[in-house]
């Protein structure tokens, strides 16, 4: 799939540009995959279903807990 860069600003093309793998989430935060699930089934990861099915984690609700951890 392209992407286009004239995708409007709320689209859900735009919104898969902002994503990532489950795989890379985890290894962005340093945790594991299982632990990714975890935090999806809570609620403390976003994240969105790909055409083909496959589900990535919205970019901004990976910085959501750094945010917080640093506010502590």
Known sequence: MTLSAQAPEGSV???IGRSVSLDHAAALLGVSR???YNRIRDGRLQTIRTRG???RV????LTAPLEH???N
């Open 58 to 61: 919205l970019v901004d609700s």
């Open 34 to 36: 299982r632990t990714i």
């Open 53 to 55: 099915g496959s589900q």
């Open 69 to 71: 951890d640093a506010g």
């Open 13 to 15: 093309e735009s919104r």
